[in-house]
């Protein structure tokens, strides 16, 4: 899955329900080795690559080179590493080249079982529920009262691109809580929070936004999606996004609430 779509809670979830759930569960980030830790993951009696029936979780098989990877998988296979403990990889699939798959080789060798966690901006159904659960948190973090969101507000949030998933979804709900003094958390407090965030992430181009589209869906699914895309183009502004689709108002708004 993406950046930020809840992988290492997939992991954990998957250990705590596991019969390995008594030993040790070790997680190595990808994204913080250097040499030296790599060194001695691969090289040391002391790494936890030489102990038995732990979980080893590793994570963001992406960030370690061609090099590394092959290292790494030869490894397993001459210590039957992956017979002797339970490994759990992740591996983040908003890659710079799409037809390089870091994990292609060890799903094959290993026979891997595969999950796929879905990008946040196809989970508009969860997105309020979500939202909730972390607003609860949130309420107690800030000894705020804060009940919800005004409906134009939930309506931003579900039409913005999410390009770091869940992760920034509960950045953007801190900020939000913290600038709220209302019971409920308005448009016009989620613009201003959005519009930083599409600074910080610039759409480029249309391809970012159909790199993950479902086309195996029916024909007015599809154009319900589309409708949403070229609605967070125009920052959520229906005037245009009906004058730029070539319909009128009252269609967008019945795609926009179906």
Not at 4 to 16: M, Q
Not at 35 to 62: A, E, G, K, M
Not at 153 to 160: E, G, K
Not at 229 to 242: F, K, P, R, Y
Request: glycine share 2%.
């Amino acid at each position: 899955g993406e950046k930020g779509t809840g992988k290492d809670i997939v992991a954990a979830k998957l250990y705590f329900e596991s019969k390995f759930n008594n030993n040790p569960f070790i997680s190595i980030n990808c994204e913080l080795i250097n040499d030296r830790s790599w060194d001695f993951l691969i090289n040391h009696h002391h790494s936890p690559f030489y102990d038995n029936h732990n979980t080893l979780f590793i994570s963001n098989l992406q960030a370690l080179s061609s090099l590394q990877r092959k290292q790494l998988l030869i490894f397993i296979l001459d210590t039957k590493l992956h017979k002797r403990n339970r490994i759990i990889f992740t591996c983040s699939q908003t890659l710079k080249d799409e037809s390089i798959d870091p994990s292609s080789e060890f799903i094959e060798y290993l026979s891997c079982n595969t999950l796929y966690l879905p990008p946040l901006r196809n989970l508009n159904e969860n997105l309020l529920s979500s939202c909730s659960l972390y607003l609860n948190d949130l309420n107690l973090n800030f000894s705020k009262q804060i009940v919800g969101f005004q409906p134009d507000a939930i309506a931003l949030l579900n039409d913005y691109y999410w390009p770091e998933n869940f992760l920034q979804l509960k950045r953007v709900l801190k900020e939000l809580v913290m600038l709220t003094t209302t019971p409920y958390i308005t448009a016009e407090t989620v613009k201003t929070i959005l519009e930083k965030e599409k600074y910080r992430f610039p759409i480029k181009n249309k391809s970012e936004y159909l790199a993950n589209f479902d086309y195996d869906k029916p024909l007015n699914d599809i154009i319900q999606d589309i409708v949403h895309i070229v609605l967070n183009q125009c920052n959520g502004n229906q005037s245009l996004t009906a004058k730029k689709l070539n319909i009128s108002r009252t269609t967008l708004w019945r795609y926009l609430n179906q």
